[in-house]
């Protein structure tokens, strides 16, 4: 079986908005964190049927981006 660790860096400023965020993954093709303006993650857990959903965007993601990130999905 084959395991990959991703990893979700988050910078935010002193009001604790994201400036930015960088993801990466040991499975991935790619030598660097990448760069994101948004994120959607979501847990799904069976037992108490519940979710756990974070949603977060950088203060430079611009509306008609948002628009297409969440239309797009």
């Known amino acids: 079986m084959t395991k990959?660790?991703?990893t979700i860096d988050v910078?935010?400023?002193?009001n604790r908005v994201p400036d930015s965020i960088q993801w990466n993954a040991t499975e991935?093709?790619?030598?660097n964190a990448q760069k994101a303006k948004?994120?959607?993650i979501?847990?799904?857990d069976s037992?108490?049927?519940a979710?756990?959903?974070i949603d977060l965007w950088t203060k430079d993601m611009m509306v008609d981006e948002?628009?297409?990130f969440f239309t797009r999905r």
């Open 47 to 49: 037992a108490d049927k």
């Open 42 to 44: 979501s847990f799904w």
């Open 4 to 6: 990959s660790t991703i």
């Open 66 to 68: 948002m628009a297409d």
């Open 51 to 53: 979710a756990l959903r």
């Open 38 to 40: 948004a994120m959607m």
């Open 11 to 14: 910078q935010m400023d002193e």
């Open 28 to 31: 991935s093709s790619a030598d």
